[in-house]
């Protein structure tokens, strides 16, 4: 095993770079009409649920604390003290595949209720795409990859300084608390109503 000494850190340095760069990249890219969108679709919902498997799953609690933070009503699919979704709702799905077969059958599911869907995601001709009202498209790949998602995901083909979907996940992270920043400027909340807001049993 090597020593400590031994570690150059090249990889780290190279991976925060790229992954930087990535989101620059889809900041500059971002289908605008489709985020006003999803912005008037959260502030007329009555109720916003939000799901996603796996890492994914973790940036859509990351954005339900937040979106309780600015004092909507937001509850995260899966959990036992979550509501039925009624037709008033919005139903916010993260997914970079758009396939993740539990999500989009949750899609499905929030489409014959009658629910607003929400998908950000990768793949726009997805199923989950194809089931949203609207779609946020964050790109959850380098240009240098080749193939579909779906491909490069059975063939094992992950780059090792952005493993898995890292590239997706992180981006969709910093994508929805950007979110969060514009809904705090459409809405006038202060740092004081955030702060009344956040947990005092941690």
Do not use: Q
């Not at 009409?33 to 796996?54: D, H, P, Q, R, S």
């Amino acid at each position: 095993m090597k020593k400590s000494s031994d570690f150059d850190c090249n990889n780290l340095l190279s991976s925060m770079e790229l992954i930087s760069e990535h989101i620059h990249g889809v900041a500059v890219e971002l289908e605008v009409e489709n985020i006003k969108k999803m912005l008037a679709n959260i502030l007329e919902a009555n109720c916003i649920f939000v799901m996603g498997a796996g890492r994914s799953g973790l940036v859509a609690k990351a954005f339900a604390m937040r979106l309780m933070h600015l004092g909507l009503r937001v509850y995260v699919v899966g959990e036992s003290t979550t509501p039925a979704v009624r037709n008033t709702d919005v139903v916010v799905a993260i997914s970079g595949s758009g396939e993740t077969r539990s999500i989009a059958d949750l899609g499905k599911i929030a489409k014959d209720i009658g629910s607003t869907l929400i998908t950000v995601t990768s793949n726009r001709e997805s199923t989950l795409g194809k089931l949203s009202d609207t779609v946020a498209l964050i790109s959850g790949r380098t240009k240098e990859d080749a193939g579909g998602y779906l491909e490069r995901h059975m063939r094992g083909e992950y780059s090792h300084l952005t493993p898995l979907g890292t590239s997706f996940e992180i981006t969709a992270l910093v994508f929805l608390d950007a979110i969060i920043a514009e809904l705090i400027s459409i809405t006038g909340a202060s740092e004081a109503d955030l702060k009344s807001r956040h947990t005092t049993l941690e």
